[in-house]
């Protein structure tokens, strides 16, 4: 009868271990899911290869972590960015990464994001009201601004200047203003007009036609990104009047600095996209993990040219 007893005390425990580990083992799976992450995304187009290869920065780190990044594109336009943001809330997501379209209009998907408890990670371009994001990343877009002038006065001692903007944007407006305000009292440079091309090739192109019927002894070009730069160059070689005309671009894309080594382009303040998206991934992970994080993350950018761009190569970001 003791052997008995003693075979059943022994046979409860062994059922005993392995229904303990068992049990760890669904803790564990628990825990597994309870820190596998599902990210938004929406950029303000991904119809320019610095939002993609931003996005890519992003992917790649979520990616590595065995989580979910899904990546919208609202094309430009302010209110799908807001239904975007909407429907990654309603799929639940632990953070979204935003560029704004509007940086102003933005505001009621960051309030609603703040309500369902969703942090907001600002990339690239700043959203006007930041006590709405959790933190932002961006290339130091004011100083690409001013390194572009200051390389233009080293050139040119007086300009008639044209400025390609997107008054929307707060990073194409913090890369306007270091322009002008390094050219601010200096009555040699005037800036002739100042127009609209929302970033985009074509629209810069057909603006910058117009621009040179009514203007045709402009002499600089400012641009608030590269593919504004490359729609620029496009209207003036349509009238050959390229190689008269200084073209300062933002972004440093492969593309653009081809035309700068081909003597196209003037020159652009680079930036690195993949840097602004890691660093953002690595923000979020960082927030989601309870750790302290800086609100605002400048990235530097790097002054491209002539004399230097072999040593950035053509064929990739930097």
Known sequence: M???????????????????????????????????????????????????????????????????????????????????????????????????VDWKGIRPALEAAEEAGIPVINVDAPVYDTELVASIITSDNYNAGVICAKDMMKRLNNAKIVILEHPTAKSAIDRTQGFIDTIAGMEHYEIVTRQSSEGQLEQAMSVMENIIQVN????????????????????????????????????????????????????????????????????????LSGKEIEKEIFVDVIFIDIYNVDEYGTTGWQ
């Open 2 to 100: 003791k052997k008995v007893l003693v075979v059943l005390l022994v046979l409860s425990m062994v059922v005993g271990v392995f229904s303990g580990c068992s049990k760890e083992e669904k803790n564990s799976d628990l825990l597994q899911l309870n820190t596998s992450y599902k990210f938004g995304a929406t950029y303000m187009t991904l119809n320019n290869p610095f939002f993609v290869l931003l996005n890519k920065g992003i992917k790649d780190v979520v990616e590595a972590n065995g989580d979910i990044l899904i990546a919208l594109d609202p094309a430009l336009d302010p209110e799908k960015q807001i239904s975007q943001i909407e429907d990654l809330i309603a799929q639940g997501v632990d953070a979204i990464f935003i560029t704004p």
């Open 216 to 287: 045709p002894d402009i002499n600089v070009v400012m641009a608030l990104n590269d593919p504004t730069a490359m729609g620029a160059i496009a209207a003036l070689q349509a009238v050959e009047s390229e190689e008269k005309v200084l073209v300062y671009g933002i972004d440093g894309a492969p593309e653009a600095k081809q035309m700068i080594k081909d003597r196209k382009m003037t020159a652009t303040a680079a930036q690195s996209p993949m840097t602004i998206g890691t660093t953002a991934a690595q923000v979020a992970y960082d927030l």
